[in-house]
């Protein structure tokens, strides 16, 4: 079985610009959840979809979006990049939201924004 | 929201030693994991464990969700076992928190 696969591995960005950064969950998972680990701040959740809609976010600011498609495959999209959104950016999967599924992570996106 | 402590922050082992990291965690959860994250940046599943206890090869794990702790045990320890493990509490709507990680060097 494949896993969640992340592209691209990585990304470098110049401040001000956009940065699309996407997600394929495993076949039959109908959740998708962003994280940013940024340096020194651990892993921090930024949005969670499921069957196509947004069900919960972190404390980020708008410029922070996605989109799940009805493959269940997710971008997430970061406008107005700054210095500090450089961050591994990790995508995770499960079978459903709520009780009794774990979650399975991709390698990530590396996302450098000078 | 959950707070989750793990402790150690940082570990050197010795190739062959066992060690023990610990996640507490400030209220009850519905599930927990651990993760280890390679020099990559890959976080893999180790543990998918509500409560009681687990083993997978060199790893175990046991959480006691009344007492709100998981401890995850690493014995003959190798190189490649070098890393970040990560503990994540799942809890409230769906919501997935983490500790802040045990940094793990084991040294031949």
């Known amino acids: 079985e494949a896993g969640v696969t992340q592209s691209p591995t990585h990304l470098i960005k110049t401040r001000g610009q956009q940065a699309t950064l996407r997600c394929s969950p495993i076949s039959g998972h109908t959740s998708v959840y962003w994280y940013q680990q940024a340096l020194g701040l651990g892993l921090q959740f930024l949005l969670w979809?499921?069957?196509?809609?947004?069900?919960n976010r972190g404390n980020f600011p708008p410029r922070f979006s996605g989109r799940q498609f009805p493959n269940y495959s997710s971008e997430l999209n970061v406008n107005a990049l700054e210095l500090e959104d450089s961050a591994l950016y990790l995508c995770?999967?499960?079978?459903?939201?709520?009780?009794?599924?774990?979650?399975?992570f991709g390698s990530g996106t590396r996302l450098t924004v000078v | 929201g959950i707070q989750v402590e793990q402790s150690p922050p940082d570990l050197i082992l010795q190739e062959g030693a066992n060690s023990t990291l610990r996640c507490n965690f400030s209220?009850?959860?519905?599930?927990l994991q651990w993760f280890h994250q390679n020099p990559w940046g890959q976080l893999i599943n180790l543990f998918y464990i509500p409560s009681g206890t687990k083993q997978n090869g060199r790893l175990s794990a046991t959480t006691v969700a009344t007492e709100r702790y998981s401890l995850l045990y690493i014995s003959s320890s190798q190189t490649t076992d070098s890393g970040v493990y990560f503990c994540?509490?799942?809890?409230?709507?769906?919501?997935?928190?983490f500790g802040k990680g045990n940094q793990v060097v084991v040294i031949p």
């Open positions: 995770a999967s499960s079978l459903a939201p709520g009780l009794g599924y774990g979650y399975t």
């Open positions: 994540a509490v799942q809890y409230g709507n769906n919501r997935l928190a």
């Open positions: 979809y499921d069957e196509g809609e947004e069900r």
């Open positions: 209220d009850s959860v519905n599930n």
